[in-house]
């Protein structure tokens, strides 16, 4: 089964009855025309999916430095993961 978010319960829920509504009334005016909300509804668990992340134990992953940015006149902090190269 698809992990899910336990965030986004209420909007699966409440998307999940909104489509298969337009769904329904789409299909009394043609049967085919209900498989247009099908994509949305996909999209909808895909948004809300919760797949395992592996956490690194290495220590210092995160490298934190700060620099200037050309044209902007703030501070900035760059974090750079160490995978990155």
Not at 16 to 43: E, M, N
Not at 45 to 65: C, Q, T
Request: zero cysteines.
């Amino acid at each position: 089964m698809l992990p899910l978010t336990r965030h986004g319960t209420r909007e699966m829920v409440i998307g999940t009855i909104v489509l298969v509504a337009i769904g329904w009334g789409l299909s009394l005016i043609w049967w085919p025309l209900s498989l247009i909300v099908l994509p949305v509804l996909i999209w909808q668990f895909a948004f809300f999916r919760d797949p395992e992340r592996p956490i690194s134990g290495e220590p210092n992953i995160m490298d934190r430095r700060p620099m200037r940015i050309d044209g902007w006149n703030h501070a900035a902090l760059r974090v750079k993961l160490a995978y990155e190269h």
